[in-house]
């Protein structure tokens, strides 16, 4: 049985969520706080976040600097725990309730995360790096450095696919991150700016490729962008303020270039 707080916030969630346009739930977050520091440093990240984030969808994140963007999407992929009581729940799994070596194994089964910096192993080739959470898997070496082969070309890295990350621009090296965390096909992607350091070019072929990740029933896309140019990828576009989800906005997810004045351009603005 709900009791009154959590059936409001089924409430808050459900507005945010425009009835009848709703599908499966992919990410439910209810009450989800974060602090930071205590004392007279303390910082309220997160500010009892409730938002349902769908299957087959590629949500965009946008909102001010210091916001919460990235500790939001560090909570939901299980990066950082939020306070205590929240419920964090990715594709029925409550995550925030998940500790140690299951949360890890769950996250690396079912989330691929691209980090605002790159996190890449400097010892490591283009190729290698990307292949890292096949490997984890288990898949054998050679099968998985061909399919690391295979996203990265994709991407438009085929001709570096022997570099180390030192030997890549900041565009080269956020690739081989997007592709690390694209290869081993994992439920729930999610990205902090994947585009901010890319030309155009690039910057849409990794959406091409986000949203064709997120389009099938089983799988979600989250990604934080403050890049304009890449708003119509997007299915539907929550703006956050202050630690908090202020509205949620679905749209076409026609992957076409948008008109000038709609809701994507509002959102720049905000
Ligand atoms: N590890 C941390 N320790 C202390 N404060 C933090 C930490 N990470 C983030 N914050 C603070 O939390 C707030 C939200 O930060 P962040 O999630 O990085 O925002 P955004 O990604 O939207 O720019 C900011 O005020 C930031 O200074
Ligand atoms: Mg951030």
């Known amino acids: 049985m709900l009791d009154s707080s959590t059936a409001e916030r089924e409430m808050v969630a ?9 599908g499966e739930v992919a990410i439910r977050l209810r009450d989800v706080n974060k602090t930071f520091g205590t004392g007279e440093q303390t910082v309220l990240a997160l500010r009892g976040v409730d938002w ?19 500790t939001l999407l560090s909570v939901v992929a299980g990066i950082l725990d939020c306070d205590r009581g929240g419920v964090v729940e990715v594709f029925g799994s409550d995550v925030a309730r998940m500790r ?17 910096q790159y996190n890449l192993l400097p010892a490591l080739t283009a190729m290698e790096n990307a292949s890292v959470p096949l490997i984890i898997a288990g898949v054998p070496r050679p099968r998985a450095l061909e399919r690391a082969r295979e ?12 570099s180390l ?8 090296q956020q ?22 350091a890319l030309d155009h070019e690039s910057g849409q072929a990794v959406m091409r490729l986000m949203r064709d990740a997120a389009v099938k029933s089983d799988r979600s896309v989250l990604v934080v962008s403050h890049d304009s140019r ?27 270039e948008p008109e000038a004045g709609d809701v994507w351009e509002a959102a720049a603005r905000a």
């Open 14 to 22: 459900g507005v945010l969520a425009e009835p009848g346009l709703e």
């Open 52 to 70: 349902d984030i769908y299957r087959g969808q590629l949500t965009m994140l946008v909102g001010p600097s210091g916001c919460g963007k990235t």
């Open 100 to 116: 140690g070596g299951a949360k890890t194994r769950f996250r690396m089964d079912n989330i691929g995360f691209v980090f605002q």
């Open 151 to 162: 996203v990265l070309t994709s991407l438009g890295m085929g001709n570096r696919l022997g």
């Open 165 to 172: 990350p030192s030997q890549l621009s900041g565009g080269q």
């Open 175 to 196: 690739r081989v991150a997007i592709a690390r965390a694209l290869v081993h096909e994992p439920r729930l992607i999610v990205c902090d700016e994947p585009t901010a």
């Open 230 to 256: 890449v708003f119509h990828f997007a299915d539907r576009m929550a703006r956050m303020d202050d630690g908090r989800i202020v509205q949620v906005r679905s749209q076409v997810g026609s992957a076409q």
